[in-house]
C-alpha cells in the first residue's frame, strides 16, 4: 500500500489524490453579490448538509493553488452575509462547469452560463431558476482553514426558506430520487450521476469560454439543443474561423449534404450528434456553416 505524508506532497498532487478518493461529492452553485449588486455564481464540490436543526449547508471556496488568491463568492459571503444555494441536477451539468471558468471580477455567471436569474423571498442573492432545489441562506460563519494556495475556507449557511420544483416530487410529496437526477463531482474530469454511472465533464482552467450570453439567438431558440448542448458550445476559448469553416464543410459529405437540404433541423440535428459525441468545435462549424452548397 502507497503511503504518503501530506506535508511531502505538492499541493495540487495531494488535491488530487483526496478528491479522487473522497467521492462522490455533490455539487451546489452559491450565488452571491458582490460590493456593487452584480450578481455571482459559482459551483462548488465541497458542499454538504450538516445539521437539520437548526437547517445548516457548509460549502468551502478554497484558495486558488496557483496564486493563492481568494475566490469572489468568499469575498462577497463575508461581506453580504447572504448566499443562495442552488443543487445541480445533470440537466445542467454541462453549464455548471462553464460556470466555473474564472471570469473577471464583475462578470454575471448566469449570464455566460445560460441560466436564469430569480429574485429570492427572502435574501438578496438570485436563486438559479434551473435548479430543482433552491436554499435562500444567511451566512452565520466563515471559518479560515489555513492562508496557503488550496486552504479552504468553511462557510456555515443557515437555511432561511426552500424551494423546491414540484415536478421532482413523488405522489407522497417527498423527493423522487430518480426525477432529482442529481450529478456528483470525483476526480479529474469524472462526474456521477444518480442510477447511471461515471460520465466526463471537460473542466475549464486556463481558458476563459466565451459564455452562453454569446451564442447566436437562432441557436438559443432552437429546441433541439437543451441547456448542456448550450453549456458545451459556450465552453470554448473562440468561435471557429469562416477558412476553418469552408475546409470542414468542403472535407465532409454529410455536411454538404444536410446544408444543401436546406433544412434548418437537420443542420441543428447534425450539430447536436456532434456535441453528443463531445465534438464541439465540428458542431460550431456545422452551425456556422452557410447553404451556398446546396
Same mark, same amino acid.
Given at each position: 500500500?502507497?503511503?504518503?505524508?501530506?506535508?511531502?506532497?505538492?499541493?495540487?498532487?495531494?488535491?488530487?489524490?483526496?478528491?479522487?478518493?473522497?467521492?462522490?461529492?455533490?455539487?451546489?452553485?452559491?450565488?452571491?453579490?458582490?460590493?456593487?449588486?452584480?450578481?455571482?455564481?459559482?459551483?462548488?464540490?465541497?458542499?454538504?448538509?450538516?445539521?437539520?436543526?437548526?437547517?445548516?449547508?457548509?460549502?468551502?471556496?478554497?484558495?486558488?493553488?496557483?496564486?493563492?488568491?481568494?475566490?469572489?463568492?468568499?469575498?462577497?459571503?463575508?461581506?453580504?452575509?447572504?448566499?443562495?444555494?442552488?443543487?445541480?441536477?445533470?440537466?445542467?451539468?454541462q453549464q455548471a462547469s462553464l460556470s466555473s471558468t474564472e471570469y473577471a471580477d464583475g462578470v454575471n455567471e448566469f449570464e455566460k452560463?445560460?441560466?436564469?436569474? !430569480? %429574485?429570492?423571498?427572502?435574501?438578496?442573492?438570485?436563486? &438559479? /431558476? +434551473?435548479?430543482?432545489?433552491?436554499?435562500?441562506?444567511?451566512?452565520? =460563519?466563515?471559518?479560515?482553514?489555513?492562508?496557503?494556495?488550496?486552504?479552504?475556507?468553511?462557510?456555515?449557511?443557515?437555511?432561511?426558506?426552500?424551494?423546491?420544483?414540484?415536478?421532482?416530487?413523488?405522489?407522497?410529496?417527498?423527493?423522487?430520487?430518480?426525477?432529482?437526477?442529481?450529478?456528483?463531482?470525483?476526480?479529474?474530469?469524472?462526474?456521477?450521476?444518480?442510477?447511471?454511472?461515471?460520465?466526463?465533464?471537460?473542466?475549464?482552467?486556463?481558458?476563459?469560454?466565451?459564455?452562453?450570453?454569446?451564442?447566436?439567438?437562432?441557436?438559443?431558440?432552437?429546441?433541439?439543443?437543451?441547456?448542456?448542448?448550450?453549456?458545451?458550445?459556450?465552453?470554448?476559448?473562440? !468561435? %471557429?474561423?469562416?477558412?476553418?469553416?469552408?475546409?470542414? &464543410? /468542403? +472535407?465532409?459529405?454529410?455536411?454538404?449534404?444536410?446544408?444543401?437540404? =436546406?433544412?434548418?433541423?437537420?443542420?441543428?440535428?447534425?450539430?447536436?450528434?456532434?456535441?453528443?459525441?463531445?465534438?464541439?468545435?465540428?458542431?460550431?462549424?456545422?452551425?456556422?456553416?452557410?447553404?451556398?452548397?446546396?
Amino acid at each position: 500500500m502507497l503511503s504518503i505524508d501530506p506535508k511531502e506532497l505538492p499541493t495540487p498532487k495531494l488535491q488530487g489524490y483526496l478528491q479522487s478518493a473522497v467521492g462522490p461529492r455533490p455539487i451546489a452553485f452559491a450565488s452571491t453579490l458582490d460590493k456593487d449588486g452584480t450578481p455571482n455564481l459559482s459551483p462548488f464540490s465541497f458542499f454538504n448538509v450538516f445539521s437539520a436543526n437548526p437547517p445548516i449547508l457548509i460549502f468551502s471556496p478554497s484558495r486558488r493553488v496557483r496564486d493563492n488568491t481568494v475566490k469572489h463568492t468568499l469575498i462577497n459571503a463575508e461581506l453580504n452575509r447572504e448566499v443562495v444555494i442552488n443543487v445541480v441536477n445533470y440537466a445542467i451539468v454541462q453549464q455548471a462547469s462553464l460556470s466555473s471558468t474564472e471570469y473577471a471580477d464583475g462578470v454575471n455567471e448566469f449570464e455566460k452560463a445560460g441560466l436564469t436569474m !430569480l %429574485p429570492s423571498a427572502i435574501v438578496k442573492p438570485f436563486r &438559479v /431558476k +434551473e435548479s430543482p432545489v433552491q436554499f435562500e441562506c444567511r451566512v452565520n =460563519d466563515i471559518i479560515a482553514l489555513g492562508t496557503g494556495g488550496g486552504a479552504g475556507n468553511l462557510i456555515l449557511c443557515e437555511v432561511l426558506k426552500m424551494h423546491i420544483d414540484e415536478a421532482i416530487l413523488d405522489a407522497g410529496g417527498n423527493i423522487d430520487q430518480h426525477k432529482i437526477d442529481l450529478v456528483a463531482r470525483l476526480g479529474a474530469n469524472w462526474y456521477s450521476r444518480s442510477n447511471m454511472g461515471l460520465f466526463e465533464v471537460e473542466k475549464p482552467l486556463t481558458t476563459l469560454g466565451i459564455g452562453v450570453d454569446t451564442i447566436p439567438q437562432f441557436i438559443k431558440d432552437s429546441p433541439v439543443f437543451d441547456g448542456n448542448d448550450l453549456g458545451k458550445l459556450g465552453n470554448i476559448e473562440a !468561435l %471557429p474561423t469562416e477558412e476553418e469553416i469552408n475546409i470542414f &464543410v /468542403k +472535407e465532409n459529405f454529410k455536411v454538404k449534404a444536410v446544408l444543401s437540404a =436546406d433544412d434548418d433541423d437537420k443542420k441543428h440535428r447534425l450539430a447536436k450528434e456532434y456535441l453528443d459525441n463531445n465534438q464541439v468545435m465540428q458542431a460550431w462549424k456545422v452551425l456556422l456553416a452557410q447553404k451556398e452548397y446546396k
